[in-house]
């Protein structure tokens, strides 16, 4: 499948800063795009997910916004914490069905 | 809960072995995936699998096979095990995207390491 390029490949913020991680695709026809969490030595799990017809969706601290006319979208963290430390997957739905992952970003929370 | 489990967290096998890295899921999902993760290069797609006796290559088929006997049970199998398979190897369930969702849910994992 196509790719979906990730960056940065690592992120080193402070307790209370924003993070941002953006994925750019280049398959128009995609139109789901989920994220996932992996903590140290867990399993990715689901955190937020965007569909296209919407541009921005919020969950308390997280944020993914869609440019579909960019082929870009990104995971808004803010407030830091901690426990926000862990390898962010982004992805997109392709034609089959099937989650094609970007490279992944390593986020570190400076306490 | 979904519950995907793994058959080995670590395993360590010999060049030329058969190995068999077993998933089962309970929540009566119909798709289920196998996927290896390896440093800087995210999550890779082997080989998935939409029904029983149904499968599909992704990415990296090269160097395993799958079967798929039982809707619960999907099975990774590398024929003579090599060095570069060493890796980290993640199965995932989803159902099939009725209601709109998409979630993979994931396996533990397996730490697999070839001598």
């Known amino acids: 499948g196509e790719n979906v390029e990730q960056h940065p490949s690592t992120l080193s913020v402070q307790e209370g800063d924003s993070a941002v991680i953006k994925c750019t695709y280049s398959?128009?026809?995609?139109?789901?795009f989920p994220w996932y969490k992996q903590e140290l030595g867990k399993r990715p799990q689901l955190i937020i997910d965007i569909r296209s017809n919407v541009g921005e969706k919020k969950d308390q601290r997280i944020a993914v916004t869609l440019n579909k006319t960019a082929k870009h979208f990104s995971l808004h963290i803010t407030e830091t914490q901690p426990e926000d430390s862990a390898v962010y997957f982004c992805?997109?739905?392709?034609?089959?069905?099937?989650?094609?992952f970007g490279s992944g970003t390593r986020l570190l929370v400076r306490p | 809960d979904v519950k995907v489990t793994q058959s080995s967290r670590y395993l360590v096998k010999r060049t030329g072995e058969k190995v068999f890295l077993e998933c089962v899921q309970d929540?009566?999902?119909?798709?289920m995936f196998w996927y290896r993760q390896d440093p800087g290069l995210g999550l890779r797609l082997i080989y998935f699998?939409?029904?029983?006796?149904?499968?599909e290559k992704g990415d990296i088929p090269e160097g395993y096979s799958v079967s798929r006997e039982k809707k619960e049970r999907f099975s990774l199998i590398l024929e003579s095990a090599s060095t570069n398979q060493t890796s980290m190897y993640l199965c995932?369930?989803?159902?099939?995207?009725?209601?709109?969702?998409?979630?993979?849910?994931f396996g533990p994992g397996t730490r697999l390491t070839v001598t």
């Open positions: 398959d128009s026809a995609s139109n789901y």
């Open positions: 992805a997109r739905l392709d034609s089959s069905y099937k989650l094609i």
């Open positions: 699998s939409y029904d029983v006796k149904m499968k």
């Open positions: 995932a369930s989803s159902d099939t995207g009725r209601e709109g969702s998409y979630e993979q849910y």
């Open positions: 929540m009566d999902h119909e798709n």
